[in-house]
T-cell receptor, first 113, second 115 residues
Framework: AQTVTQSQPEMSVQEAETVTLSCTYD???????LFWYKQPPSRQMILVIRQEAYKQQNATENRFSVNFQKAAKSFSLKISDSQLGDAAMYFC??????????FGGGTRLMVKP | EPEVTQTPSHQVTQMGQEVILRCVPISNHLYFYWYRQILGQKVEFLVSFYNNEISEKSEIFDDQFSVERPDGSNFTLKIRSTKLEDSAMYFCASSYGGVSYNEQFFGPGTRLTVL
């Protein structure tokens, strides 16, 4: 069974600085998809960024980028120029077939003004 | 912007009672999901639903659980006889297509408390 691990329960970053959230996963599959979801306080989870495992190029979405290391089974999220609105729970998730997402335990990101 | 909505936001029930959690997915979406998150634990997949039938379910989704799309807009999760360990946040989600290439949109969740 696939597992997703987020080793940092909490992280903090100064506004305008850069922060990296870690995620590792375990799978025997070669073709799969990875996601980062953001859950602001009392709000819906929203998709931040996705990565196809067959793509070597790291995905980027504005201030959000990933460092995908397939051999190491690592998928970290980098947030540049952190803003107060980035404060949230961040979940890493995995999908390889079907429609099931397997989530990590989440990292709570605090942004200090 | 279209959103997934869920009602109620908080449900309190006695052990052994039946509960129905309701969700209104985004109107043109075809795939529907339920997830749950026990306090302090991971978000866990329960079930996916497509073309009026269950397409996938996890080990958690046993005979106590059922899902239904009773009309063109609602998607429900029924727990027949609640247990204390069913206390959790339940998230509904929907997507236009399969999750690999189509974003899953999540609702705000229903907090279920079983006493």
């Amino acid at each position: 069974a696939q597992t997703v691990t987020q080793s940092q329960p909490e992280m903090s970053v100064q506004e305008a600085e850069t922060v990296t959230l870690s995620c590792t996963y375990d799978t025997s599959e070669s073709d799969y998809y990875l996601f980062w979801y953001k859950q602001p306080p009392s709000r819906q989870m929203i998709l931040v960024i996705r990565q196809e495992a067959y793509k070597q190029q790291n995905a980027t979405e504005n201030r959000f980028s990933v460092n995908f290391q397939k051999a190491a089974k690592s998928f970290s999220l980098k947030i540049s120029d952190s803003q107060l609105g980035d404060a949230a729970m961040y979940f890493c998730a995995y999908n390889n077939a079907g429609n099931m997402l397997t989530f990590g335990g989440g990292t709570r990101l605090m942004v200090k003004p | 912007e279209p959103e997934v909505t869920q009602t109620p936001s908080h449900q309190v029930t006695q052990m052994g009672q039946e509960v129905i959690l309701r969700c209104v997915p985004i109107s043109n979406h075809l795939y529907f999901y339920w997830y749950r998150q026990i306090l302090g634990q991971k978000v866990e997949f329960l079930v996916s639903f497509y073309n009026n039938e269950i397409s996938e379910k996890s080990e958690i989704f046993d005979d106590q659980f059922s899902v239904e799309r009773p009309d063109g807009s609602n998607f429900t999760l029924k727990i027949r006889s609640t247990k204390l360990e069913d206390s959790a946040m339940y998230f509904c989600a929907s997507s236009y297509g399969g999750v690999s290439y189509n974003e899953q949109f999540f609702g705000p969740g229903t907090r279920l408390t079983v006493l």
